[in-house]
């Protein structure tokens, strides 16, 4: 079992940048892919990014590559997406996922349904 909390959202002006954070409980944290993911009123939830158990190999959605960087610190059991370059489209409410290293480890996007432990979500509203 394990459970998410973010933290670290907030309000920034377009161009910002601000640094969210999963902080996770379990002792299996280690095992997992952690993933971010987004979702707006009235859209599906999206990938953001993930990052496999190891940290050596991460993934990003093509809307914030070069933008936002998600790293692990497995021995605080944490995870963390720092956002620069902010833009009002990014306005959402973030999510941390743990799931499956299968997806990440060969490139592709970490999936909803393949989510197997979901944080309760950080709202991020980008100004411009």
């Known amino acids: 079992q394990v459970q998410l909390v973010e933290s670290g959202g907030g309000l920034v002006q377009a161009g910002g940048s601000l640094r969210v954070s999963c902080a996770a409980s379990g002792r299996t944290f280690s095992r997992y892919a952690m993933g971010w993911f987004r979702q707006t009123p009235g859209k599906e939830r999206e990938f953001v990014a993930a990052?496999?158990?190891?940290?050596?190999?991460?993934v990003y959605a093509d809307s914030v590559k070069g933008r936002f960087t998600i790293s692990r610190d497995n021995a605080k059991n944490t995870v963390y997406l720092q956002m620069n370059s902010l833009k009002p489209e990014d306005t959402a409410v973030y999510y941390c996922a743990a799931g499956s290293d299968t997806l990440t480890m060969i490139g592709r996007p970490m999936g909803v349904t393949t989510v197997d432990y979901w944080g309760q979500g950080t709202q991020v509203t980008v100004s411009s």
């Open positions: 990052i496999r158990w190891s940290g050596r190999s991460t």
